[in-house]
């Protein structure tokens, strides 16, 4: 079993960065593609990133191509979303979750075996 768990998460103005970490235990993932998701109110969870277990390959939804990079530590089993101008769009909770993928890049849901509880992002105008 592996156990997910997010941080970073908080408050920040528009314009502003946060950098979010997600810390795996129970196993190695170095052979999984690490993703962050996001859940605003009222709405489905949609993907945001993914890096390969490598770590040379990533993917972006469209709406946060260079302002947010991913990437990760295998030695530390963490994975990190560097998050820059920050826009009040981009307020939701945000989850961490792990693909032993077979296709590239795992952007459903249902690609991923294991997630975090969530770090609440909030991006004041």
């Known amino acids: 079993q592996v156990q997910l768990v997010e941080s970073g998460g908080g408050l920040v103005q528009a314009g502003g960065s946060l950098r979010l970490s997600c810390a795996a235990s129970g196993r190695t993932l170095s052979r999984y593609a690490m993703a962050w998701f996001r859940q605003a109110p009222g709405k489905e969870r949609e993907f945001v990133s993914v890096?390969?277990?490598?770590?040379?390959?990533?993917d972006y939804v469209d709406g946060v191509k260079g302002r947010f990079t991913i990437s990760r530590d295998n030695a530390k089993n963490t994975v990190y979303l560097q998050m820059d101008s920050l826009k009040p769009e981009d307020t939701a909770v945000y989850y961490c979750a792990a693909s032993r993928y077979s296709r590239w890049p795992p952007i459903q849901k249902y690609e991923y075996d294991y997630w975090g509880q969530g770090t609440q992002v909030t991006v004041s105008s």
């Open positions: 890096i390969s277990w490598i770590g040379g390959t990533t």
